[in-house]
Nanobody
């Protein structure tokens, strides 16, 4: 069964940290670009961070998260992580894990992703 399953969301105070995890199954994880989008109510889905396959070795961070978020992937356990530090209230929305086959289009856009998880909620509030 092809799926992406996120975990790690929750409630955190401003300045706090969370680590999101996304476990993949049913496809060649190490051949896919994988990463995270987020979406606030009434807004478009926004690309947060992505990691290509080890063969291509690229990563992407949205300007709003550079220096605070770190993406990593463990191909041995088919998992991608998003370490989120110094969280702000504007980091609050739902976070979605997504994956696609290799494409020259960069950074990945929501319409170009092949697979999606169901999302995990991050709420940053004092």
């Amino acid at each position: 069964q092809v799926q992406l399953v996120e975990s790690g969301g929750g409630l955190v105070q401003p300045g706090g940290s969370l680590r999101l995890s996304c476990v993949a199954s049913g496809f060649r994880f190490d051949e896919y670009t994988i990463g995270w989008f987020r979406q606030a109510p009434g807004k478009e889905r926004e690309g947060v961070s992505f990691s290509t396959s080890p063969l291509h070795g690229r990563t992407y961070y949205a300007d709003s998260v550079k220096g605070r978020f770190t993406i990593s992937r463990d191909n041995a356990v088919n998992t991608v992580y998003l370490q989120m530090n110094d969280l702000k209230p504007e980091d609050t929305p739902d976070y979605y894990c997504a994956a696609r086959c290799y494409s020259k289009a960069w950074p990945p856009q929501a319409w170009g992703m092949d697979l999606w998880g169901d999302g995990t909620l991050v709420h940053v509030s004092s």
